[in-house]
């Protein structure tokens, strides 16, 4: 029931965006899940960049194999030999990065729960002191993770690409795109994950607004 009434307020929040709202009416509604393993996530959103969707799956599952298809501790990938990471498919880059995240949980002895009681910026400045993490990948953890609301990926291409068409933007400066897309999107609070969201969602194929 907390999903649904969840869902009913975001709805009726975002639909106030005219524009906006005939894209959520192309698709399902958003229901936000929380997931464990915050370290595995944020592993996981370091392979996917600058990947699509299909090819991050198909390496993520080369890594769970390395383990007999189970998730893998920090210890245990901090234990895997180097040369054994990159032959999944990963640079030489994704994968120092992954070792760095296993690395800075097992110092800071980090659990899913101490990462759950922070807020989103203070999360975003926590993580980012692992070198390879940025606020980019921060903010796919909150939004996927963590399951939080009120999220907005202001660097995400897709996310400016489809604000600029939407909207009518001018993307040749991208510094007065930002400032636009900030504009925007601070009528979406505190739901800008799923306004987020519904813009992914969105095909090219979407009628006109």
């Known amino acids: 029931m907390l999903n649904i009434a969840v869902n009913m307020q975001h709805l009726l929040h975002l639909n106030k965006d005219k524009k906006l709202k005939n894209i959520i009416a192309l698709q399902q ?40 298809n189970r998730n893998p501790t920090p210890e245990q990938i901090i234990e895997t030999p180097f040369d054994k990471l990159r032959a999944i498919g990963l640079s030489n880059a994704k994968t120092n990065y992954i070792l760095n995240v296993c690395a800075f949980f097992i110092e800071e002895k980090i659990t899913d729960k101490k990462l759950r009681a ?48 939407l909207y009518n933007l001018n993307a040749s400066d991208k510094k007065i795109l930002r400032q636009q897309m900030i504009r925007i999107s601070a009528t979406w609070s505190p739901y800008r994950t799923y306004a987020c969201r519904y813009l992914w969602g969105w095909k090219d194929t979407a009628t006109k607004t």
């Not at 963590?146 to 400016?160: S, T, Y």
Request: proline share 1%.
């Open 118 to 165: 922070m807020e989103n910026e203070e999360l975003i400045k926590y993580l980012k002191q692992i070198k390879g993490v940025g606020q980019w990948t921060v903010e796919m953890i909150l939004m996927f993770t963590l399951g939080r609301e009120d999220v907005f990926a202001l660097d995400d291409l897709a996310i400016q690409q489809r604000m600029a068409k």
């Open 29 to 68: 509604p958003i229901v936000l899940q929380q997931r464990k393993n915050v370290y595995l996530q944020l592993c996981a959103s370091i392979m996917s960049q600058q990947l699509n969707t299909r090819v991050a799956e198909i390496i993520f599952n080369r890594f769970l194999h390395l383990y007999s």
